[in-house]
C-alpha cells in the first residue's frame, strides 16, 4: 500500500478491509511524536490522561475510540496543547487518586464539561447507567443499592426482571408461607 504520506508498506488486507490500518504508522509517531517532546511530561500520570483522553477522540485504532471519536466527542482546540491542559487540571482540582470526567456524556471535552472526580462518581456518570427514581430522587441503581443498604443485584433483578419501580423497588419482598 502507498500512504498518504508517501511511504509504501505491505498491510494485510484484513487489516485494511476492517480499517484496523490507516496509515503506514506515520499518523501515530507525527501526533505521539510532537507531543512527547514538547513538554518532557511523557512519564507523568497527567500527561497520561490527557494522551489518553485524545488517543479515544481521534485515533481509530483505540479500542475506545467507537464510545468517543466515533460518536463525535472531541477534545476542545485549547487542550491541543498539553500545557493548557495541565494549567486547566492544576487550577480546577487535579488529584493523583482523581479521573477526568465529562459531565455532559454526549459533550466534548473542554473546561467548561470536564471534572476531576472519584472513580465512583465516574462509575455512575455512564450513559449505560439506570437511572430508578424514588422518593423523588433520581440515582442509578447502584447508587440507590448503597443508599438504601440493599445488594445492587437484588435491585438490579428487581428493576429488570420483576419490572418493580419506585418505592416498590427497595421494599422488602413478601414471602410466600410454608405449609
Known sequence: CKCDC??????LLSSLVSGKSKSCGCFRKEVTGKMRRKHGYSNNRLYNIWLGMRNRCYNPNNSSYKNYG????????????????????????YEESLTLDRINNCGNYEPNNCRWVSRLVQANNNRKNVLVKVNGEAKTLSETARKYNINYFTL????????????????????KRSV
Not at 429488570?160 to 419501580?165: A, F, I, M, S, Y
Open 6 to 11: 508517501g511511504n509504501e508498506k505491505e498491510i
Open 156 to 175: 438490579h433483578y428487581r428493576y429488570h426482571e420483576k419490572g418493580l419501580r419506585g418505592k416498590e423497588l427497595i421494599q422488602p419482598l413478601k414471602r
Open 70 to 93: 466515533g460518536r463525535g466527542i472531541e477534545v476542545c482546540s485549547e487542550w491541543d496543547d498539553f500545557r493548557n491542559f495541565k494549567s486547566w487540571a492544576t487550577k480546577n482540582g
